[in-house]
């Protein structure tokens, strides 16, 4: 495993979620990033962002960045509207597209751009079971198995891909959501290692 | 005095004497307005939407997903009475209006106060295609979470009162969308569980036993829809024909 991309999702004039308080997703994302960024390092995984400031990249360029990586992990870092406060779920692509990809799989072995990542699927639910673990000994409430979901952004990533989901916007302030940020950098630093071991010895 | 004075004095009095009379029923339509304040997502619509009503609407209890009330990572079968069509597709529109307006609580929504559906359609194979409005996206709280949940109580509340509807493709505004609200993928369609009853469309569908449907984590999407595969997970590469 070469490098892992960090995905702070939304950016700009694109916010995501917005707390009534005036939180802003994007805004929690990109300190996330940096403090997971600074825990990847520091094992010695070599870490690249798909933006550094307020700005937003579309889905496909946040994918291009991951594209162009050979032995790459894909990371998106997000923020709910929902759910119990402190809590954290992590996301890859349900099974069920993998199946239906492979009938309308291209025969010269490229992937098509726009299911790009239907072929690491199970390496994904992979990396989905390690982060979850960890966010459950470190967030009460969190489960310790994670979630599939449509998420938009995977779809286009060719290459171990997941979404990390922190509730919430809704609190009154951001200090719990700054607090979680430590923890949540620890908890992807430890699975990223883990996984890094299973992805080069080539188990599952 | 003159005659034309005294005329006029008898036509002021007696608009006196009239407004008088009318004075309190007026006070009380003016209580009245106040007290019925209409918000102006009520006024779009009583005039966007009436409720749909065909020849062969039955009173029934339908099973509609909101968000349960005691966990906001989860829906409830809710079991309300509603006149539903035999019509599948004139029954889904009367479905998903309610699912719209109908939630007992603000807080168990899972779709937009806001949002109305524009236009429903079964083609032959099973496939549904709802075109919302444009707050289906604008009013929707981001997340994944969220997001799932709506699709999830959209093709649930479909699969557990409409027969022969397999899968759901969501459109808004008569277009293709590439998420719901930043997260969701709508590219591809959505399966929907087939929990209806084999009987009659038209037949009362019996209420569900009160248990709590999880349906965010892997395994409680598979427990929640039987045999179907997991709800709210879009098959790639079936686009809606425009």
Redesign the interface.
Known sequence: MAVVILDP??GGA?P???GSSGLA?SDIVLSYARLVRISLEAQGIRVLLTRQANDDPS?DDRSKLANAQRGGVFISL???????PGTV?V?S?????VQ??AA?APRAGLLPW??AQ?KFIDQSRRLAELIQIQMAQRFRGS?E?????????L?TVGAPAV?I?V??VSVPDRAPLDQMGPGLADAVARAVAAFRTIYESGGK | MSKGLKTTLVILGAMVALGLVTLPGLRQAVRRLHSTPRTEEQARREVMQEPISTPTDVEVQAQMYWLSGSS??SLDPTAIQLPLSADPVERSKQLLNALIVRAPRPERRTLPAEASLLAFYIQPNGTAIADFSDEIVSGM??????E?LAVQSIAQTLGANVTGIRQLKILVHGQEA??LA????L??LF?VPSLAPAAAPSSPVPAAAPTKTPV????A?TKATGSA??A??????KQAPH
């Open positions: 999702a939304h694109d995501g979620a917005r997703e889905f997000h923020v709910s509207s929902t759910g119990q779920r996301y692509l349900p099974q069920m597209t239906q990809s309308s726009d299911r239907f489960s198995t994670p979630f599939e979901a449509p998420v938009r952004q779809r979404a989901e509730s919430s | 906001p990572n709280p981001s997340g994944i979470l969220s799932q590439e998420t930043g997260h969701l993928d590219y591809g399966p965010t984590s892997g395994a999407q595969p997991a709210a997970a879009p098959a790639p590469g």
